[in-house]
Each structure stands twice: as structure tokens, then as C-alpha cells.
């Protein structure tokens, strides 16, 4: 596996299910961050994990609870979503603090399409 | 609040011709500017990042960058209808944190 891998792709559930997005990363990365996308709107970052500590949480409502259980895994709990939380999932990893000029450049997974009913 | 905005297209433009896309930013003290592309369905991917005033080449794609002015543009030389796709504009705060655009939907016409 290279890059920054996702599962599962694809997730149907229902308003009182508990799911997780499982992310994980093979580039040696110190950060980790999960953005939801939702169409023509910007990407909005929900989490970040900077060396395995949790430096952001951007007002992400408490249905959605982070895991990071070390550098290169990350995970995303879901339970009892609303249908405004059905979007594309994206995590993402970047090695902060060291890239050239500072440019802090993130490599994405393929994304968690989550469909809520 | 910090904002980045970018027209969202689509934007249509021959084979072979330039495709130029533009964003600006509102955070003055931003350090580091990024272009993403994003095909349908898809994730998005690095196409070029840009800190220093002046513009920057790499292939077929130039980014330029004008901080008095905020703003930052990508030009695509020789488009092909391989490039039709989302393109995202992210500029970097002084938290290392990414500020995106919506994108601008590009269309190349064969």
C-alpha cells in the first residue's frame, strides 16, 4: 500500500447506526487531518492530529468522535448522523513543519462516500 | 474571518488554448499557496504549491503570485480535455492550517 488509503469507500446508514471511516497513511507523516466535503462548498476541516495530539476541532458537532491511535492511522466514529452529514470524507496527511518554504502540502485518500437516511 | 474565493465556473475553453484560473485570499499574513485539481468522484491532488511573489512553471502549468494584491492564478498551457476537472485554490495560514476555495469547474472543448 502507498499513499494514504481509505475504507471503506462507500457507506450507506441509518440515523441510529454507529459506523467508523478507518484512514491510514504509508508516508511517514506527522499530521493527519479528516475534511468533509459537500458539493460546491469548500473543503471544511473537522480534525487535525499533529503528532498524534489533536490540535484542532473546528465546532464539529460531538456525532462525530476522532480516533488516532498513532501516527499513521486515523479514524472517524460516527453515530446517530443527521442527513446533512451525507458528504465525501477525506483524510489527509502532511509531514507539518518541514515541507519547502514552509508549504504545509497535503496528500489525500480517496474519500468515504457516507450517505445518511 | 479568513475567506478564499474562486469564480466556480464552469469555466469553457478550447483544446490547445490557455486555461486561466484565479482565486484571491483575504488573510494578509498567508505564507503558502496551493493548487488542487479534483476529477469527478474523486479526491483531490497536488497540482503545484507557490510561496514567493513572481510566478512559478512546472510543465504546462505556471502559478503566479501577487501578495499586494492577494491574489494567485494558475495558468494550464496547451489544455487538453484531460485537464477538464474542479481546481481548487488552499492558501496556508500562519497555523499551517489550509484555507480553501469552492473551486472553479474547468471545461476544455475538444
Not at chain 1, 462507500?10 to 441510529?16: A, R
Not at chain 1, 519547502?100 to 502540502?105: D, I, K, L, P, Q
Not at chain 2, 485570499?25 to 493548487?35: A, I, L, P
Request: charged share 20%.
Amino acid at each position: 500500500e502507498t499513499g494514504v488509503t481509505q475504507t471503506p469507500r462507500h457507506l450507506v446508514m441509518g440515523m441510529t447506526n454507529k459506523k467508523s471511516l478507518k484512514c491510514e497513511q504509508h508516508l511517514g507523516h506527522n499530521a493527519m487531518y479528516w475534511y468533509k466535503q459537500s458539493a460546491k462548498k469548500p473543503l471544511e476541516l473537522m480534525f487535525v492530529y499533529n503528532f498524534k495530539e489533536q490540535t484542532e476541532n473546528n465546532s464539529v458537532p460531538s456525532r462525530f468522535s476522532p480516533e488516532c491511535p498513532n501516527s499513521s492511522h486515523l479514524f472517524l466514529h460516527l453515530h446517530t448522523l443527521q442527513p446533512e452529514d451525507s458528504a465525501l470524507y477525506l483524510c489527509a496527511s502532511s509531514q507539518r513543519d518541514r515541507g519547502v518554504g514552509g508549504a504545509n502540502v497535503l496528500t489525500f485518500g480517496a474519500g468515504s462516500r457516507l450517505t445518511v437516511l | 474571518q479568513k475567506e478564499v474565493e474562486q469564480n466556480s465556473g464552469p469555466l469553457s475553453v478550447p483544446e490547445g488554448a490557455i486555461a486561466s484560473l484565479n482565486c484571491t485570499y483575504s488573510d494578509r499574513g498567508s505564507q503558502s499557496f496551493f493548487w488542487y485539481r479534483q476529477y469527478s468522484g474523486k479526491s483531490p491532488e497536488l497540482i503545484m504549491f507557490i510561496y514567493s511573489n513572481g510566478d512559478k512553471e512546472d510543465g504546462r502549468f505556471t502559478a503566479q503570485l501577487n501578495k499586494a494584491s492577494q491574489y494567485v492564478s494558475l495558468l494550464i498551457r496547451d489544455s487538453q480535455p484531460s485537464d477538464s476537472a474542479t481546481y481548487l485554490c488552499a492558501v496556508q495560514d500562519s497555523n499551517y492550517q489550509l484555507i480553501w476555495g469552492a473551486g472553479t469547474k474547468l471545461i476544455i472543448k475538444p
